[in-house]
C-alpha cells in the first residue's frame, strides 16, 4: 500500500467517523425530546415511545461498534498494519477498503465467521 492509498483510506475514515459521532448527536437530541412528549401523552403512545426508543439503542450500540472498528483502523494506518486481513494476515483487496475502510478481515476470512 502507498502512502497515497493510506492518506486516502485515513481520509475516508476520518470522514466517516465524523458522519457516525453526527448520527449519535442527533439520536441523543431525539430522545430528550422524546422524554418531554411522555409527560404529556397516555400510555399507548408512550409504549410507541419505548419501542422506538430501544429500535434506536440498537443503532446507536451498532453505530457505537463501528466507530470502535473506525479507531481501530485508524491505529493500524498509524502502526503500519493497515490494510492487511488480522486473521490471513493477507492484503485486504482495495475495492473492499473502499467499500468498507475500517474492515479488519478480507472477504473470504469475514464470510468464515
Ligand atoms: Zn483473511
Known amino acids: 500500500m502507498t502512502e497515497e492509498d493510506l492518506t486516502k483510506f485515513r481520509q475516508l475514515l ?3 467517523r465524523d458522519e457516525y459521532l453526527e448520527t449519535l448527536r442527533g439520536s441523543t437530541e431525539s430522545a ?6 411522555q409527560q404529556r401523552v397516555g400510555r ?6 419505548i419501542q422506538h426508543q430501544s429500535i434506536s ?3 446507536n450500540r ?3 461498534k463501528e466507530l470502535q472498528q473506525i479507531d481501530a483502523a ?3 494506518i498509524i ?3 493497515y490494510g492487511d486481513c488480522l486473521a490471513c494476515q493477507l492484503p485486504i483487496p482495495h475495492l473492499r477498503l473502499e467499500a468498507i475502510p475500517h474492515t479488519p478481515h478480507c472477504l473470504s476470512c469475514a464470510s468464515n465467521m
Open 44 to 49: 399507548l403512545s408512550r409504549m410507541d415511545a
Open 32 to 37: 430528550k425530546g422524546m422524554e418531554l412528549d
Open 57 to 59: 439503542q440498537a443503532a
Open 14 to 16: 476520518i470522514e466517516q
Open 74 to 76: 485508524l491505529d493500524r
Open 62 to 64: 451498532r453505530i457505537k
Open 79 to 81: 502502526d503500519g498494519s
